[in-house]
Nanobody, 123 residues
Framework: QEQLVESGGGLVQAGGSLRLSCAKS????????MGWFRQAPGKEREFVAA????????YYADSVKGRFTISRDNAKNTVYLQMNSLKPEDTAVYYC????????????????WGQGTQVTVSA
């Protein structure tokens, strides 16, 4: 059974940093594209970042480029999201997702999802 478990969320002041982790169990981790999405209250879920199998190809939403970095450790079956220069508008529940994904920003193409971790950025 596939399972994704996020961790690392919390409360931080604007300008601060957090690192989210997503540990995957089940099928071989390295076969999948891994992505991060977020959903703020009253808003639709939106793409944040994604990383391909080898880690050589990464994708970012314009709103987080230059501030967030996605990486993966295939030996640990874990993907990370380093978030720097956080803003109040980054406040959301962050979800990890995995799958064989032709177009990484499209949430509908991911097969597996975690339960989410709350990130709150205070002004």
């Amino acid at each position: 059974q596939e399972q994704l478990v996020e961790s690392g969320g919390g409360l931080v002041q604007a300008g601060g940093s957090l690192r989210l982790s997503c540990a995957k169990s089940g099928r071989t981790f390295s076969f999948y594209t891994m992505g991060w999405f977020r959903q703020a209250p009253g808003k639709e879920r939106e793409f944040v970042a994604a990383i391909r199998l080898s880690g050589a190809n990464t994708y970012y939403a314009d709103s987080v480029k230059g501030r967030f970095t996605i990486s993966r450790d295939n030996a640990k079956n874990t993907v990370y999201l380093q978030m720097n220069s956080l803003k109040p508008e980054d406040t959301a529940v962050y979800y990890c997702a995995s799958g064989s994904v032709p177009n990484p920003p499209k949430s509908g193409e991911y097969s597996y999802w975690g339960q989410g971790t709350q990130v709150t950025v205070s002004a």
